[in-house]
């Protein structure tokens, strides 16, 4: 049990404070901890490396793109380049993201647990996770590989010579990393809840991860099956895919997306919870319709495994089987509308205001709207067609993925910064950042909506030239993109030393994990809480901490 | 020429302007949707921004069951609009119409391979005519490509494999060339299997046709090779059991042994040749080699057309694709 001297919480915390970051120091200390909170750090410093190895990588297609002819880089070391960027930004950065880090650090304290049902698992799943990244970059360093992030067959089976089986491991064992988060998550919501934190009161945040995690364990494991059939097929010949073997490459297609479509909301559902929680917050107001915002996360969870096939419009799949996949892919657009709807609802009457996360959390609704309307255009089968494999649809993912999870991630780790290391980061700076990475994100992708509809293919190396300005249009963007990036990895650094001390609650935030101190003692409350209040309650002052 | 700087793709077959009409609706839908949420947050945040920090506390509001049905219910009635217009366009788009012209397409690491019934032959070029409907019936000789014309709003994925021709049809409008691209990441010179549609006024296309003519048709290049690979030692014109006669099949439901039917199109023919005991027909032994890697697709392209020859055209199905209109399901 707890062993930390009672101080007064309402005070500013000071260094001297025992804390989960200051309790132990050593290097083992860190690769041996079973703290949440601090697994979730180790996961912060990894994905943010695998995010700038993957930013890195799409600068070099950026600058690759700024003329119609190959001259920056080879074919080959180009198709490596959009390879190794969808690879680690899907599969290192976007999966993990949020869940990783915030749901890590945060689950236990919003439900008011001391730590995940399984500290030792979650432990185990960083390792994984290091582990299926290291065989990812070892692919990249041996040779690189070629096959697209999406390894369609049979070209990532028979054709690619180059290293598919080693980076397929890699994925194959980050996957499990990622089943033991959604496992460990489901275990603990279920099982750990504070006295009186019924179903209805825990956060959104909370909800969204739990809707995440179903989709975790139930599909990771269909993608790890269709990587071992691939590795034994190209290890051993077996015909599955390859049709020169008698096998069926579009089976391949079925079964990735299987996975990797729900995997999207898998990258996209926890970033709606920090949405709502950061809504409530900055407009001091309950999320409008709790309820239903919670319900529809759990609606985009099941109805994301019965949409797989709209990534296969024109690969020959029966055309009423088509229309059946844009019909259901309709469905799914009704849930994530709602939220956005319940969202907007949230400000009315609220007192609002103006924060980094806030202002992210506006880009975020904005540029999801968008991503998720086109998401309609391309659910439509008439529209697909003609846009499906064009930079239409790499512009609607980006939307998707960068626009609503990216920025979904830096609203959070804004918002729950000062709980995390104890220090608040510079705001001016911050708001500074958001604006950047807001204009610069849609100088990036909105142009590539309009090259998609001219036609240009993705995965062009080299293209026609009349596509030219648009793809520099799109390169000045990615470059005020990247300062948007770069900016908070030197605020934030410098905010560890120089940054003011955080309160518990600076924002005036409700929920459990602003009513114990920053950064929070390793057993994160001194003291059980109990739930009495709604979620949000936001018509009563938050209470400054107590011991 | 094209133009330098374009924002919208040329317009040149009878679906881009039915595509352009769909993306011009889903456009202003998306557009008015777009707007109303910036413009609500805008005034909204504007309106009850905190402007001091002593401010009230505002009081919660939980949530309305009227609203949150028609937020939900308004915007699917929208979608289902979204849905059945481009289902409809799918299904023109992907039902050849009767009486297309026919043409063959090969695409191959990282080429496109053309054949015109008459025996002309090109690569990473068609020639075609304007205001006609033109099907083709496209093979993968390797991994997985896609056929893709912008300014006809038209691609279809070529797959590689047994039972898999891919078709495609649509009618231009618009003499021009225009750009073809392989969609389908296809390795490493992908974004280089490129090539270009020509589209003719119908006299300058039979003149092209003269012009490059003088080969063999599909159909006597498909007997040659019929002749080269054996296949008239057991299938000539005439057999009799236990020899199998290929006169007036094509297009004719066949009996398999197991009690099953299938209907002899192109798709059975090619999967007869690659792997002959896949569907064998009733009161024939199962003694046939597989011609896998022995033939290459344009070779079996070939052989079909020949094999067709021997049908009487009156017995063809106007479209082989089971979906297509008028066509003989069954």
């Known amino acids: 049990m707890s062993t930390i001297p009672l101080t007064r919480l309402d005070e500013p915390a000071t260094r001297q404070r025992p804390n989960y970051l200051n309790v132990k120091s050593t290097i083992g200390s860190w690769l041996l901890t079973t703290d949440h909170k601090r697994i979730a750090i180790l996961y912060l410093l990894s994905i943010t490396a695998f995010f700038f190895m993957g930013g890195a990588f799409a600068t070099m297609i950026r600058l690759e793109l700024l003329t119609p002819q190959g001259d920056f880089v080879t074919a080959d070391t180009y198709n490596k380049l959009f390879t190794m960027h969808g690879l680690i930004m899907v599969f290192l950065f976007l999966v993990p993201s949020i869940p990783a880090v915030l749901g890590n650090f945060l689950i236990p304290m919003m439900i008011g647990a001391r730590d995940l049902a399984f500290p030792k698992i979650n432990l185990l799943s960083w390792y994984l996770y290091v582990f299926g990244g290291i065989f990812v970059v070892y692919a990249a360093l041996s040779g690189g590989v070629d096959t697209g992030w999406t390894f369609y067959t049979p070209y990532s089976s028979t054709y690619s010579n180059s290293a598919v089986i080693t980076t397929a491991l890699g994925v194959f064992v980050a996957g499990f990393s990622s089943i033991l988060t959604g496992l460990n998550f489901i275990v603990t919501i279920h099982k750990m809840r504070a006295p009186g934190l019924t179903w209805g009161k825990i956060p959104l945040f909370v909800w969204s991860h739990y809707a995440t995690a179903l989709i975790q364990i139930l599909g990771t494991p269909v993608l790890a099956i269709t990587i071992t059939l691939l590795v034994v097929e190209r290890i051993a010949h077996v015909g599955i895919f390859d049709p020169a073997l008698g096998g069926d490459p579009v089976l391949f297609q079925h079964m990735f997306w299987f996975y990797s479509h729900p995997a999207v909301y898998i990258m996209i559902l926890p970033g709606m919870g920090v949405i709502s929680e950061v809504i409530a917050c900055y407009s001091r107001k309950a999320v409008f319709g709790y309820k239903v915002v919670a319900a529809s996360s759990m609606a985009i969870a099941i109805l994301s495994f019965l949409v797989w096939g709209h990534h296969l419009f024109v690969s020959g799949q029966s055309i009423y089987a088509g229309m059946v996949f844009s019909l259901l892919s309709f469905f799914v657009a009704v849930p994530s509308a709602i939220k956005v709807f319940n969202w907007t609802a949230t400000l009315y009457k609220g007192s609002i205001s103006f924060e980094t996360p806030m202002l992210y959390a506006f880009g975020f609704i904005g540029l999801f709207t968008m991503g998720g309307l086109t998401g309609l255009f391309l659910a439509s089968l008439g529209f697909d067609v003609h846009v499906t494999d064009t930079y239409f649809v790499i512009a609607h993912f980006h939307y998707v993925m960068v626009g609503g999870m990216v920025v979904a991630y830096l609203a959070g780790i804004h918002y729950w910064w000062p709980k995390m290391t104890g220090r608040m980061y510079p705001e001016a700076w911050a708001r500074i950042a958001a604006i950047v990475v807001f204009v610069g994100f849609n100088l990036t992708f909105f142009p590539q909506f309009i090259l998609g509809y001219l036609g240009m293919p993705r995965r062009y190396h080299v293209y026609p030239p009349e596509f030219q300005a648009l793809n520099v249009l799109s390169t000045a963007g990615a470059s005020v993109l990247a300062v948007g990036y770069l900016l908070p990895i030197i605020y934030l650094l410098w905010s560890l030393k120089y940054g003011a001390i955080a309160p518990a609650n600076p924002w005036g935030a409700k929920g459990l994990e602003w009513e114990t101190p920053s950064p929070p003692p390793t057993d994160n409350f001194i003291e059980t809480p109990i739930v009495t209040e709604l979620t949000y309650d936001y018509s009563k002052p938050a209470e400054a901490p107590i011991a | ?330």
């Open chain 2, 1 to 330: 020429m094209q133009n330098a700087f374009p924002l919208f793709p040329e317009s040149a077959s009878t679906m881009s302007g039915q595509v352009d009409a769909l993306t011009f609706f889903l456009t202003l839908v998306s557009g008015l949707m777009t707007l109303l949420i910036f413009a609500t947050i805008t005034i909204l945040a504007i309106k009850y921004r905190r402007r001091s920090p002593n401010d009230p506390l505002p009081a919660p509001i939980h949530g309305s069951w009227l609203l949150e049905s028609t937020w939900s219910i308004v915007p699917f009635l929208v979608m289902l609009i979204m849905f059945a217009w481009g289902a409809r366009l799918f299904f023109d788009n992907y039902t050849p119409p009767v009486g297309a012209m026919e043409i063959f397409v090969v695409g191959k690491q990282w080429m496109w391979k053309v054949q015109h019934p008459e025996g002309q032959r090109e690569i990473n070029e068609l020639h075609i005519p304007v205001g006609r409907p033109i099907m083709l019936t496209m093979a993968s000789e390797d991994v997985i490509h896609s056929f893709f014309i912008p300014a006809f709003r038209v691609k279809h994925d070529v797959v590689p494999g047994v039972g898999r021709y891919s078709q495609l049809w649509f009618n231009a409008t618009k003499v021009g060339d225009y750009h073809l691209f392989c969609a389908e990441y296809c390795g490493n010179q992908h974004s280089g299997m490129t090539g270009w549609i020509h589209v003719m006024e119908p006299a300058d296309y039979q003149a092209w046709l003269s012009l490059h003519g003088g080969n063999a048709t599909m159909a006597q290049a498909g007997e040659t090779l019929f002749g080269q690979l054996g296949c008239a030692t057991c299938h000539a014109p005439g057999a009799t059991p236990p020899n199998l006669s290929l006169t007036n099949m094509y297009g004719h439901p066949v009996q398999l042994v197991g009690g099953a039917t299938v209907l002899a199109d192109e798709n059975y023919i090619r999967e007869s040749i690659i792997n002959p005991r896949a569907k064998v027909v009733l009161g024939y032994p199962p003694v046939m080699p597989t011609y896998q890697g022995q033939v290459t697709e344009e070779g079996v392209l070939q052989l079909i057309a020949y094999i067709k020859s021997l049908s009487r055209p009156s017995e063809r199905p106007a479209a082989n694709n089971a979906n297509a209109r008028e066509g003989t399901k069954k």
